[in-house]
């Protein structure tokens, strides 16, 4: 097993976990006994994730409480070379096989906690990072170099479960471990990182700089609404064919990126991994046909080359965070070519990381999804969703697979109505299904258990931003106390923080809402559709808080609440009632008494552990077999 | 009397199948209806408050079976009856006054004097205590031995007097008649003139550059914002459509044409432009005792989002809307379901839509409920709601039998 490197995102959470060596207690002990305090079973995840079971709520309530983040203890570096693929914090006991671990209770310590660290401390904490990095780099040699930056991204990923607010470093993350054999990114390029700001559409210098390099010439729609001058909206289908008609005779443009961008703008292609897919294989294909110009460099043209195309790519329609992450990725692959390579094992280089993102990122990542998502469909569950998700849909016929006994209702909405292809596919494999419309949703959440919901990207505020209702079906399902699991591959979370659904939103054909397709009798609008005064607003994505969203299941696990719960088999909660210390000058230990319910922990170790360790706060012991 | 029967026939035809639409044109017509049934009901000799009510009664029995779910029907059945007690009761206490204006003055005229002695003191007795005491059932029923021993009394009292009695007690019940009609006619007159009378109050209620949202159409609504707008006020309105029926796009029009800014936009996007939006004016189906809403469907999920929002939620209802039932399980048993064609296509889906054989059940349902129950809950923060007082009696047995309502949206 490869350990994990430590990367840069630990100091950034504000999730401490305070660990101790577990000492002197006995696991065989107390494994058996049951203490009525201690959550119930785990198994009935409700308890934990959606109803906000007790336990599960202290939990939850970390800011994207819950995941296994290495943690950010203030231990010396050379406990990191014990690093497990769990990210147990280091100096357990692992003799017994069970992993113990002690968690402050948030309630009464986390923010002194994040007062605490320093400067210094976080300092302290990014070279023992570098240490743990160089260690796991040694390791890391010695697997197949090929491999072993997967592998142990993979790793280093999955131990850390997606989290929300550790977004921030997510393609850092992938950046670092990655090209593994570097240090980390500096300072500069990191700043790179970061994204500009996003396009104003209601600044009028920049629109107009933007209008000069544009391919596509769209004209800007009538009517707009005023809060949305920020964003673009124009005229729908009046540039499509002439766009057809310079296919050939485009220069600058690559024929597949071009065709990719037809596609966008003409709707044929939508969903986020669809989407996100043929943007890759089209840069692919650029990428196989490309040859570095004389007095060039690849790895600078190429990115130029790329920009390019994403910039005409955002003229046809805007970038889905995915797609956003994706191009950071190729960008970053390119920029961290090594020089000695020549242009065609760049390009094969290339060829295979794009192939290899696809597979792991989003292939693979929704395999995982439906396989964690599974066990959360039980016999006799209602489901509902929201439109059509591509991983709701594959999780939906997997339990189908399976055998499991449910009823799926399937909400649907304005304009796109995609549900109903949704419907007809569930229809066609034997799923017994409702369909309605999204005004019936809180009519029929009352007979419905569970909520899956796909999402566009999940923000680092733990903000959901996804197809436009979803927030609607969030809420509902949040007011009538059911479950809202979020599926979502790892690589469309974003380190954005969005707070509203206006900021940051993409506008569609506004005739859409004024046609109702296939009710001929609905043409109310018809002859007012050029009026000064009124205005059609065709919003495609809205923002779902996260205290709406029960559970966040990506390829990493399922995150955010009750995670916790669902990685140990056994959880107490208990009272720390006395601190005591024996000995004196340098062997001297501290003990800590601990009580759950009537079973008694003691802790013995080194005081300078346990300085965090108070009277009366209450602790949760979470068990687990490690082998 | 038959042409009474057709049309109480025809308006249950009508409310079986639906034909009319809308609180405000059911209680009207329903007004209207009973106003006809009480002119034509045969006022008995005596006893005849008690004779309007069964009349009515019966009819509304019939008209409430026939679409329980539009509450405005039991509503103006209820207002009719109160009137009816009213009336009576006004009647008897003027009586009453003009007995003993006349125990004191002799020159009375000679039949109310000749009438005196007739009446016992005990017929004194009850008649003050039917006055002293709302009407309710309990004091129905007292009153009834006690008006079938007036007549008693008076039988005895000779035939000569009996004559003019018949007179008396003729134009009494024309004047009971007349009375009730002439106050059903200002029922109707109130559910023909609600949007107005709730319109009046929108200058009080939305102020310059304010952003409001609607949803679907509600006649109520409309008024209410093209009130504010002919008072000089500039606002702009959010409609999200209401499918599957899509009567936002009307009120988007018609908003349109009267000069509002207005935006359409989809249900689905009532979340993401609440946190822009000052206030949310709806109109709704029914008021509940509780002061729970039945509204058109989606008004639930507007009312959560307002509600995260802390956006105030503003509903208009009428008078007639306001009904004195509790509910329990609205949303199922005030409910209903209309047809999955506004959904689907039958022929799109037609294959999944029959019953199938093996499970007995189709593979596809399709839910197109027409209603929504906003709880009380998630009505704090509304101000005319919050204005709406409403006080119920009741008697003993618990039929509601009062509605005493005092409230800004009308009245």
Same mark, same amino acid.
């Given at each position: 097993m490869i350990p994990p490197p430590r990367h840069a995102s630990a100091p950034l959470s504000p999730l401490r976990r305070d660990t101790v060596p577990v000492g002197s207690y006995n696991a065989s002990d107390f494994m058996p006994a049951t203490s009525p305090t201690a959550a119930t079973s785990s198994s009935d995840d409700v308890a934990w994730v959606g109803r906000g079971g007790r336990a599960g709520a202290a939990s939850s309530s970390f800011p994207g409480g819950g995941f296994d983040m290495p943690a950010a203890s203030s231990v010396p570096a050379s406990g990191l070379t014990t690093v497990s693929v769990v990210n147990l914090p280091p100096g357990l006991s692992e003799k017994a096989g069970v992993a113990a671990e002690l968690q402050n209770d948030r309630t009464t310590h986390s923010k002194p906690l994040k007062e605490k660290t320093t400067k210094a401390e976080r300092r302290a904490l990014q070279e023992a990072q570098r240490a743990a990095k160089a260690a796991a780099k040694a390791e890391g040699g010695k697997a197949p170099p090929a491999s072993s930056g997967a592998v142990s991204s993979a790793n280093a990923k999955s131990a850390k479960a997606a989290k929300p607010s550790s977004q921030k470093n997510d393609n850092v993350t992938v950046a670092a471990s990655e090209k593994k054999g570097s240090d980390r990114p500096p300072e500069k390029d990191r700043k790179k990182d970061v994204p500009q700001p996003r396009m104003q559409y209601d600044d009028k210098s920049r629109v107009e700089k933007a209008k000069k390099r544009a391919v596509v010439k769209q004209t800007e729609a009538r009517n707009r609404v005023e809060l949305f001058r920020h964003l673009p909206q124009y005229e729908h289908g009046t540039q499509l064919p002439d766009l057809e008609s310079k296919f050939f005779q485009l220069d600058p443009m690559h024929p597949a990126v071009y065709k990719v961008g037809l596609q966008y703008l003409s709707g044929d292609l939508c969903g986020g991994n669809a989407r996100c897919i043929a943007m890759l294989l089209a840069f692919q294909e650029v990428i196989k046909d490309y040859s570095t110009p004389p007095e060039k460099t690849l790895v600078r043209d190429l990115t130029a080359k790329i920009g390019s195309y994403v910039s005409f790519l955002i003229e046809c329609r805007p970038l889905?965070?995915?797609?956003?992450?994706?191009?950071?990725?190729?960008?970053?692959?390119?920029?961290?070519?090594?020089?000695?390579?020549?242009?065609?094992?760049?390009?094969?280089?290339?060829?295979?990381?794009?192939?290899?993102?696809?597979?792991?990122?989003?292939i693979l990542a929704d395999k995982v999804i439906v396989k964690h998502a599974v066990t959360k469909i039980r016999d006799g569950d209602v489901l509902l969703t929201y439109g059509s998700s591509s991983a709701v849909e594959m999780i939906l016929l997997h339990a189908h697979e399976l055998g499991k006994q449910f009823r799926v209702v399937v909400v649907d909405s304005r304009p796109k109505l995609e549900g109903k292809l949704l419907l007809r596919r569930l229809v066609g494999?034997?799923?017994?299904?409702?369909? %309605?419309?999204?005004?019936? !949703? *809180?009519? =029929?959440?009352?007979?419905?258990?569970?909520?899956?919901? $796909?999402?566009?990207?999940?923000?680092?505020?733990?903000?959901?931003?996804?197809?436009?209702?979803?927030?609607?079906?969030?809420?509902?399902?949040?007011?009538?106390?059911?479950?809202?699991?979020?599926?979502c591959e790892a690589y469309k979370f974003h380190e954005r923080v969005q707070l509203d659904s206006i900021c940051s939103n993409e506008l569609g054909d506004p005739d859409a809402i004024s046609k109702v397709g296939g009710r001929g009798e609905i043409n109310f609008l018809d002859g007012c559709a050029n009026?000064?005064?009124?205005?059609?607003?065709?919003?495609?994505?809205?923002? %779902?808080?996260?205290?709406? !969203? *029960?559970? =966040?299941?990506?390829?990493?696990?399922?995150?955010?609440? $009750?995670?916790?719960?669902?990685?140990?088999?056994y959880i107490m909660y208990g009272k720390l009632y006395k601190i005591q210390e024996e000995g004196s000058g340098a062997d001297i230990k501290a003990e800590l008494l601990i009580s759950f319910g009537g079973l008694l922990m003691s802790l013995k170790g080194n005081p300078d552990y346990i300085a965090e360790f108070q009277l009366d706060q209450k602790y949760f012991l979470c068990m687990r077999k490690l082998v | 009397?038959?042409?009474?029967?057709?049309?109480?026939?025809?308006?249950?035809?009508?409310?079986?199948?639906?034909?009319?639409?809308?609180?405000?044109?059911?209680?009207?017509?329903?007004?209207?209806?009973?106003?006809?049934?009480?002119?034509?009901?045969?006022?008995?000799?005596?006893?005849?408050?008690?004779?309007?009510?069964?009349?009515?009664?019966?009819v509304g029995e019939q008209l409430i079976a026939a679409n329980p779910v539009e509450l405005a029907v039991g509503n103006i059945v209820r207002r009719v009856l109160h009137i009816i007690r009213e009336e009576d009761l006004s009647l008897t206490t003027a009586a009453m006054a003009g007995l003993n204006l006349s125990a004191v003055s002799d020159d009375e005229d000679d039949e109310e004097r000749d009438d005196l002695p007739v009446l016992s003191a005990a017929v004194v007795a009850a008649a003050a205590r039917s006055t002293l005491r709302p009407p309710s059932l309990q004091t129905l029923l007292e009153d009834m031995p006690d008006s079938a021993a007036i007549p008693h009394t008076s039988s005895s009292g000779g035939d000569s007097e009996g004559k003019s009695k018949s007179a008396d007690k003729s134009s009494r019940s024309r004047k009971l008649k007349h009375d009730v009609i002439e106050a059903v006619n200002e029922l109707i007159q109130d559910i023909t003139t609600c949007h107005e009378q709730i319109a009046e109050q929108a200058v009080e209620h939305i102020h310059q550059n304010e952003v409001i949202l609607t949803l679907g159409s509600s006649r109520t609504v409309l008024e209410f914002l093209c009130a504010a707008k002919e008072k000089k006020r500039s606002f702009r309105v959010f409609v999200a459509e209401g499918a599957p029926r899509y009567q936002g796009h009307l009120l988007a029009k018609e908003l349109v044409?009267?000069?509002?800014?207005?935006?359409?936009?989809?249900?689905?996007?009532?979340?993401?432009?609440?946190?822009?939006?000052?206030?949310?004016?709806?109109?709704?189906?029914?008021?509940?005792?509780?002061?729970?809403v039945i509204a058109p469907v989606g008004l639930n999920m507007v009312a959560l989002a307002a509600q995260k929002h802390a956006v105030p939620f503003v509903v208009?209802?009428?008078?007639?809307?306001?009904?004195?039932?509790?509910?329990?399980n609205p949303e199922v048993l005030l409910n209903e379901l209309r047809s999955p064609s506004e959904l689907l296509d039958f022929g799109e889906f037609s294959d999944c839509l029959d019953f199938r054989s093996v499970t007995g059940s189709p593979l596809l349902h399709v839910v197109n409920p027409t209603f929504?129950?906003?709880?009380?809950?998630?009505?704090?923060?509304?101000?005319l709601t919050r204005c709406l007082e409403l006080r119920w009696k009741e008697n003993v047995d618990g039929e509601i039998l009062e509605i005493l309502a005092q409230f800004i949206t009308s009245c």
């Open positions: 889905s965070i995915s797609m956003g992450n994706a191009i950071r990725f190729l960008k970053n692959r390119i920029a961290k070519l090594p020089l000695t390579f020549s242009e065609s094992e760049a390009k094969a280089t290339l060829h295979s990381d794009i192939d290899r993102f696809i597979n792991e990122k989003i494999k034997g799923i017994s299904c409702t369909y %309605t419309h999204m005004n019936a !949703v *809180s009519y =029929i959440m009352h007979e419905v258990t569970r909520v899956f919901l $796909g999402a566009s990207s999940v923000l680092s505020n733990g903000t959901v931003y996804s197809r436009v209702g979803t927030a609607c079906v969030a809420m509902v399902a949040h007011a009538f106390h059911v479950p809202v699991l979020v599926c009026s000064e005064n009124l205005q059609l607003l065709n919003l495609i994505y809205d923002a %779902t808080p996260s205290d709406y !969203v *029960s559970m =966040i299941i990506t390829d990493y696990g399922m995150g955010k609440q $009750g995670s916790i719960a669902d990685k140990y088999e | 009397m038959p042409d009474v029967q057709a049309l109480v026939n025809d308006f249950l035809n009508k409310l079986k199948k639906r034909k009319i639409e809308g609180s405000q044109a059911t209680s009207r017509q329903t007004a209207e209806l009973l106003r006809s049934v009480i002119s034509q009901q045969r006022v008995p000799y005596n006893n005849q408050a008690g004779a309007l009510i069964d009349a009515v009664k019966a044409a009267r000069g509002l800014q207005t935006t359409l936009i989809t249900d689905s996007a009532v979340f993401a432009m609440i946190s822009r939006v000052n206030m949310v004016i709806v109109g709704a189906h029914a008021v509940m005792a509780n002061g729970g208009l209802a009428g008078s007639h809307k306001l009904c004195p039932l509790y509910p329990h929504d129950y906003v709880p009380p809950s998630l009505l704090v923060c509304s101000s």
